[in-house]
């Protein structure tokens, strides 16, 4: 990948050679304008001086350029260059609808900190492409066929023993089923519960904006349970008709805090007779000043479902989850995966297995930590430097950090300024919150999701700027 | 790949070299051990004879069986040899229901000729690696977060072009959802259909067997529709409250009728004034002795959701569907597939873009089309010579044949002699039938089923010994 970048804009192009240079070149450049990073109107450089910055014949450039104004997205106007076209970086799809949540979304603003994406540039790309090679030599045929709906063995094995060795999940690979990450694997988990006769289910608040949307489509209420800097109040776990809590208990989403062994003990208290703890573990290997802690499943596999995803380790856009469920509930969730989409797809699953077993997810998974764990390092130091009236609280792990504002201030309308200086960050009132667990005012800041370290630098020292007016 | 036997049953062996060998090697036994081609006590050949045969390294054999013993497929028997262990071949997966029905599921005996799958080891893998190589490097890195719920711009434009062309379908890619397979389409769909409030949907009978359960999972009514000769009976559609109606116009599931003019018109008028017509095209590139009728889409973009998958096309594994929508569909579809799995997996996504683009999809089509065209015409002449008195019938088309018994004949009978004679193949009845339409007896038959050349030819003439004692 090589950085580059129009109008201030940074872009990445792929340093492949012959034709997929130029395609390259074209998907960046209409990737940009459709997520409105290069806005309509925006000049772009001439061919002749593009091509010299980035290396490449002057033709391909061109060949580019012609393509994407041929396809509309581009304008070329005579004498005057090439501009991007007023229609498509307009147009919003038809008929389709707004995103659900900030938390899944493309960013607009040029400094995009809002939590829930890692760093895609980080995206092993020659080590899956040489995973799907030895998965596609070594796949017998019948693989390719329908299978088992909890999704393939090889890569159930291998994430059992990762899971065991990591994250301390007592895991058999039969109890262990590959679903459409996060998403699917909550989905699947609240249609179980509801088929069962649940009535509702209790889910951290604050949390991710679309998890109770999740819950609440498929018929269930949602209960929401108090966090505070040790977590879910598990003390309030309750309800004679509350059949589950959804829990992050490694590093809460958002606060960042750790949910204390007392809380731990209680909440599978809480679960004997039948209850469920769903424990999202979604950056569970990101802990960054000791050993992560171990998984809650550990210590009652047969009272928790643990939810894990590649989303944060690898990409999101893989849309591969994992859940290990105790025994009672492989078989239902199971016949929900099978009415719901059959099986996860089966080629990624068995790069993600090859991946796995030949030590590269291990390393990307080390690669990835010490990358963020200097982001957030570097971004604690620069706050106490620049910003010294915002506390950054939380747990050192993850891919977001909680930060704290002084009291009194206005949430919403720091973060309507941050964006007018180019930096999107979310209020935490925008992860809602129940029974005043969160009393004084914060943003939440994402700090993978900036691609590339110039991306991150440039975002770093613009959230400084905006923090340091408060 | 290599093609071999142990005991009779083929087998096949990735033909990579170093440690993929190996490995491919194992995942083949234990595919084959698992599924049940291999059964509990087969013995194996010595590790030397099936090295010299596959021309392997006598160690690579003995590796991959030590390997296997360790993990229990295997078992080591002191001075006899090696043999296929009892207690993995004869336990089923703890906990997980059975198949939903006989067409999605692995086969159990010798030869398997039920329908829904394609002939796996037509799959082109060297094709398919090279487009996720060429998608992997063209990609921007965007790609990999998450992005819009109707799946990649750039495999919705290039389906969209496919589908003009080749089916003749009005596409645009704005209202195009890439979606996990036909299971997931008709999930979508039906979900939809069903939070607008609707009651009741028409599906074809007969049809998939697990297809009225897909529709009432949503907590949908399903009115079962006859189906005889000239296709769907859609003189029968009504009902105040029935929104929709599942057809297979191209090539009816599985009786092979092609719904004719007359009955696409009146499925049409049927659906103004706010009903849909769901068109499964699940095999619509298929056709063998003229070009394929085009889509009924076409005639009314704004009735019709048009479904399509590369399930048969490529491989099932894949879970690769898409859907075309009516406008004022694809915003709440896109929501439904939001908040069930966010979208599909990027890469496969864009590999398929890439394999579409370069006219790979294309060839492949072209193959797998002369292959299924061979055996279809190779099926009607063996049975015409060896089982005179049954007589396929339908178009020749797709990848299975109806054929019919001569009236009297007892199906269910037929079916489990079949079974013991090592021929697995579908009694008419397992797909259910309303109103008397299919008053004769009948088999449904899969051709493209077995794998590669020697298993069908296999399959065949045992299929001709059994229909022939009819």
């Known amino acids: 990948m090589k950085s580059w970048a129009i109008a201030g804009i940074d872009l990445l192009l792929p340093v492949d050679r012959g034709p ?6 074209e998907a960046t ?75 899944i979304g493309a960013g607009e603003a040029r400094h995009d900190l809002r939590p829930g994406s890692p760093d895609v540039s980080l995206f092993p790309r020659a080590a899956w492409l040489a995973a799907t090679r030895r998965a596609l030599a070594a796949a017998p045929h019948s693989a390719l066929g329908y299978g088992d709906p909890r999704g393939r063995p090889e890569l159930r094995g291998a994430l059992a023993a990762y899971l065991a060795r990591v994250r301390g999940v007592v895991a058999d690979p039969e109890h262990l089923i590959v679903c459409g990450g996060h998403v699917q694997a909550v989905t699947l988990l609240s249609r179980t519960l509801r088929a069962s006769g649940a009535a509702a289910v209790a889910v951290e608040s604050p949390a991710l904006p679309y998890l109770p949307t999740l819950v609440t489509r498929t018929g269930l209420r949602v209960e929401p349970l108090p966090v505070d800097d040790d977590g879910a109040r598990t003390d309030l776990l309750g309800g004679p008709d509350v059949a589950a809590a959804l829990l992050t208990p490694a590093h809460q989403f958002p606060t960042g805090a750790l949910l204390t062994p007392a809380r731990r003990a209680a909440a599978v208290d809480w679960a004997a007779g039948g209850r469920l703890l769903v424990e999202d573990d979604y950056d569970g290997e990101f802990r960054f000043d000791r050993r992560p802690v171990g998984a809650l499943q550990g210590l009652a596999a047969d009272r928790v479902a643990y939810v894990g995803t590649a989303s944060k380790s690898l990409a999101p856009g893989l849309r591969l989850g994992w859940l290990v469920l105790p025994a009672r509930l492989v078989g239902p969730v199971a016949e929900e995966k099978r009415y719901d989409d059959a099986q996860a797809p089966v080629i990624e699953q068995l790069a993600l297995a090859e991946l796995i077993g030949s030590g590269g997810y291990d390393r990307q998974v080390r690669r990835a930590r010490l990358v963020y764990a200097r982001r957030r390092a570097a971004l604690v130091v620069a706050l106490r430097d620049r910003a010294p009236h915002v506390t950054p609280v939380g747990k050192p792990a993850g891919l977001q950090v909680m930060v704290r504002l002084p009291d009194g201030t206005d949430e919403a309308a720091l973060v309507e300024e941050a964006l007018r200086q180019g930096v999107a960050l979310d209020a ?22 900036p691609s590339g370290p110039r991306a991150w630098q440039a975002a770093l020292d613009a959230l400084c700027t905006v923090l340091g007016q408060v």
Chains 1, 2 share one sequence.
């Open 29 to 103: 450049l209409r990737d940009a304008v459709r997520g409105g990073r290069l806005p309509a109107g925006t000049r772009l450089p001439a061919s002749r001086s593009l091509a010299a910055d980035l290396g490449l014949a002057r033709n391909t450039v061109a060949d580019a350029f012609t393509q994407l104004v041929a396809e509309g997205w581009l304008e070329a106007r005579v004498g005057a260059g090439t501009f991007v076209a007023q229609a498509r970086a307009a147009s919003a799809p038809s008929g389709v609808p707004e995103l659900p949540s900030r938390v």
């Open 428 to 449: 935490l009132a925008a992860y809602g919150s129940a029974g005043g667990a969160a009393p004084s005012p914060a943003v939440v800041v994402g700090y993978a999701t």
């Open 20 to 25: 997929g240079v130029r395609r390259g070149l």
